[in-house]
């Protein structure tokens, strides 16, 4: 009896967008009546590129997607998945304006939402797309632009950058290089008070909480934190168990970039040195469900991710929301041309 094998997703190619505007430690310093250095200390940022009027997360969702097709050398998908907790409307979603602007019309297009823990969502279902034939490529996007979500007094508005990073998969074999391992994916709704937007939603406009209510992003610093540490490492754990691996296999830790301290805490349980996580905080904040695609995409073309590395990607977000998988990084495409941020 012939076994026939189930398709696997493959990395092709990736692609980013940040905004021209770059915003300083100064900036919200002097909102918040704290020195530069301050936040700093406290986050790992210096920076963060901040969407000027008339942008909104579709059109960097659009800038990245078409640079991620380029470099994959396709010019059009099956399916597109586009993760954001900023979209640009309550309705429609996102996705589909974002496909027919890149000139695909007819293609499978949907939102994913689980905040910064998007992306792998959007990886899972795309994952998913690919091993039941429904598609045989996908473009998986994360975009947000949460400065536009965050009360301007509120210290958390340090935290947040605007963004979009892009990959397109294609389906293949799980034992070659860029095959993305199984998806470990996980919530508990019991903590969406921990990170949320309590207005804009039916309960708003059902009276659910009273008259006024809240529609700026809010988080719970401290057990967001611990949060963050305990299920990406678990999810990781469980990641690395499925494709076999231990920490020590791990070349490159790909984590979303919430906090360079919960970056180190989370090396530092998995038992890996701290060179093996890839970083770019410091000059781009937390981009949410952007993050680990721009860095992906940022590593790609500085040589800090090279053909052959084992990758561990992780992530946690609102909702509350997580999950992790694994790939070997795959040679290009098209070479990535190095260019400064």
Request: net charge neutral.
């Amino acid at each position: 009896m012939r076994v026939q094998r189930v398709p696997a997703a493959v990395l092709l190619g990736t692609g980013s967008c940040v905004p021209p505007r770059r915003v300083t430690n100064q900036e919200p310093a002097e909102r918040l009546g704290r020195s530069p250095e301050w936040i700093f200390q406290r986050s790992g940022i210096r920076a963060r590129h901040i969407v000027e009027s008339g942008t909104a997360s579709g059109d960097l969702a659009v800038a990245a997607g078409r640079e991620a097709l380029d470099r994959s050398g396709v010019g059009e998908v099956a399916a597109i998945v586009v993760a954001t907790t900023s979209p640009d409307r309550p309705c429609p979603g996102t996705a589909p304006s974002v496909a027919s602007r890149l000139g695909m019309v007819g293609v499978t297009a949907l939102d994913v939402q689980a905040v910064c823990a998007g992306f792998l969502y959007g990886l899972g279902v795309a994952q998913g797309l690919i091993a039941a034939g429904t598609a045989e490529s996908v473009l998986v996007i994360g975009a947000d632009t949460l400065s536009l979500n965050v009360a301007p007094d509120d210290p958390t508005s340090m935290l947040f950058g605007d963004g979009a990073g892009a990959v397109v998969l294609r389906s293949g074999h799980g034992e070659e290089p860029g095959a993305l391992g199984p998806c470990v994916l996980g919530s508990d709704g019991g903590g969406r008070d921990l990170i949320t937007v309590r207005g804009g939603g039916s309960e708003e406009r059902s009276g659910v909480g009273g008259a006024s209510v809240d529609r700026y992003l809010r988080l719970e610093g401290r057990e967001v934190f611990r949060r963050a540490v305990q299920h990406m490492t678990s999810a990781s754990r469980a990641a690395l168990d499925a494709a076999r691996w231990t920490p020590q296999d791990v070349d490159r830790i790909v984590a979303h970039q919430a906090n360079a301290r919960i970056l180190a805490v989370l090396a530092e349980r998995l038992g890996v040195t701290a060179d093996r996580a890839l970083s770019n905080i410091e000059q781009v904040g937390n981009t949410s469900a952007a993050s680990i695609p721009i860095l992906l995409d940022q590593a790609a073309r500085a040589g800090d991710l090279k053909p052959g590395h084992r990758v561990l990607l992780t992530a946690f977000g609102g909702g509350l929301t997580w999950g992790a998988t694994t790939l070997i990084w795959p040679h290009p495409v098209r070479p990535h041309q190095l260019s400064p941020e």
